[in-house]
């Protein structure tokens, strides 16, 4: 199969419960470095243009809101977060569903917290719709590390690609020196290594 590059128009970043309580929940990784991850790949796709799709399940309980990053981010795309109402695989919520299909894109780099619950049910629909899936493993845990590591082999088994941040946006950037790629260290690059 032919390599074919992740670019602002040929993919959509979808983020699912990046939620202040439901990162807390996690212990495979630590919370601030996995919310610095997310919100990484989320000035990325801004830069770029790329349609950004956020989800939250139940905010008014533990799971709690947003990450405040993400609405400095994107204005738009928070006000435009699906907020669902405790159904555990985001594709199963019929306006996440349709946000996904308005991206009108194939290609889907998915983080969620946690990969063993958030992420790994709707990168199985995903995949099973014939679309390609992105993981970004280190923007999202689980509550033990066997839980993680179950969850992306069980991903990765059934067809998605699993890859880090750092890789994510080395490959949307493709070229530091171009404007888009100079914009991506000045914001995204610099201020992680800070």
Same mark, same amino acid.
């Given at each position: 199969m032919a390599f074919e590059r992740l670019t602002g128009s040929n993919a959509a970043l979808l983020l699912i419960d990046h939620q202040v309580g439901t990162? !807390? /929940? @996690?212990? +495979? /990784?630590?919370?601030?470095?996995? !919310?610095?991850? %997310? @919100? #990484?790949?989320?000035k990325t796709a801004h830069i770029l243009g790329m349609p950004i799709v956020l989800t939250t399940s139940m905010e008014d309980h533990q799971q709690g809101p947003l990450i405040d990053e993400l609405q400095e981010i994107s204005r738009d795309a928070f006000d435009a977060r699906v907020k669902r109402t405790g159904i555990v695989n985001a594709m199963e919520d019929p306006l996440f569903a349709q946000a996904v299909q $308005? $991206?009108?894109r194939q290609r889907f780099i998915l983080a969620g917290v946690t990969n063993d619950v958030c992420t790994v049910f709707?990168?199985? +629909? &995903?995949? *099973?719709r014939g679309h390609e899936v992105f993981v970004v493993a280190d923007a999202g845990g689980s509550p033990?590390? #066997?839980? *993680?590591? &179950? %969850? &992306?082999?069980r991903m990765e088994r059934a067809g998605a690609t699993v890859l880090g941040t750092g890789q994510v946006v080395a490959e949307l950037a493709e070229n530091w020196s171009s404007p888009q790629g100079q914009e991506i260290l000045q914001k995204v690059i610099a201020p992680a290594m800070r």
């Open positions: 990162i !807390k /929940m @996690v212990s +495979s /990784m630590p919370g601030g470095e996995l !919310k610095q991850n %997310a @919100v #990484m790949l989320a $308005t $991206t009108r709707p990168a199985l +629909s &995903l995949l *099973d033990s590390a #066997m839980g *993680d590591n &179950l %969850a &992306l082999r």
